[in-house]
T-cell receptor, first 115, second 115 residues
Framework: KAGVTQTPRYLIKTRGQQVTLSCSPI?????VSWYQQTPGQGLQFLFE???????NKGNFPGRFSGRQFSNSRSEMNVSTLELGDSALYLC??????????????FGAGSRLTVL | AQSVAQPEDQVNVAEGNPLTVKCTYS??????LFWYVQYPNRGLQFLLK??????LVKGSYGFEAEFNKSQTSFHLKKPSALVSDSALYFC?????????????FGAGTILRVKS
């Protein structure tokens, strides 16, 4: 079956612009999580959506937002881009959320460069 | 605060030799523990996880990990390294008291296997 698909794979923006990244989870997966990966900060949790509701949120400013649609596809948006937002943004899907040790399946990521 | 430490930025090993990638954690209670691997320009791939029970966990591609509660460690091991094992390895923790799929990742360890 198809894996987690993230689009676009690469993009370049300038400071002050906004960006929207898309994630299509594995069919049947209802949980979608987003992570930011940078050389300095490593992998950091942004937020998780399950059944169109945000279930958990990391320690990022309000410029970072997301949503999930009824088909479980998710988008994240970053407004007023800053140089420090340059990163690889990874989406991960899982069958469920909750208290279990759920395995995450990651997409290849969207690499954002802010100039 | 919840944290994961991977004390070695890089581990070098000769092909055919055993390898160990170290991980220690600091969380309240007993966490769920994971190892993921990242190849260049790819997302993370799940290797194995520890929930409870046997302290030795076996995972994908011949990898295993040993959970040590007293030392709060979860070291990744493989009896015989392959050149194709060269990649970036992440240890991650999800505390039991948390809800959802939020993981706290270590900084990552580059594994280089030389022929």
């Amino acid at each position: 079956k198809a894996g987690v698909t993230q689009t676009p794979r690469y993009l370049i923006k300038t400071r002050g612009q906004q960006v929207t990244l898309s994630c299509s989870p594995i069919s049947g997966h209802r949980s979608v999580s987003w992570y930011q990966q940078t050389p300095g900060q490593g992998l950091q949790f942004l937020f998780e959506y399950f059944s169109e509701t945000q279930r958990n949120k990391g320690n990022f400013p309000g410029r970072f937002s997301g949503r999930q649609f009824s088909n479980s596809r998710s988008e994240m948006n970053v407004s007023t881009l800053e140089l420090g937002d340059s990163a690889l943004y990874l989406c991960a899907s899982s069958v469920q959320t909750g208290s279990g040790a759920n395995v995450l399946t990651f997409g290849a990521g969207s690499r954002l460069t802010v100039l | 605060a919840q944290s994961v430490a991977q004390p070695e930025d890089q581990v070098n090993v000769a092909e055919g030799n055993p390898l160990t990638v170290k991980c220690t954690y600091s969380v309240s209670g007993n966490p769920y523990l994971f190892w993921y691997v990242q190849y260049p320009n790819r997302g993370l791939q799940f290797l194995l996880k520890y929930i409870t029970g046997d302290n030795l966990v076996k995972g994908s591609y011949g990898f295993e990990a040993e959970f040590n509660k007293s030392q709060t460690s979860f070291h990744l091991k493989k009896p015989s390294a392959l050149v194709s094992d060269s990649a970036l390895y992440f240890c991650a923790v999800r505390p039991l008291m948390e809800y959802g799929n939020k993981l706290v990742f270590g900084a990552g360890t580059i594994l280089r296997v030389k022929s």
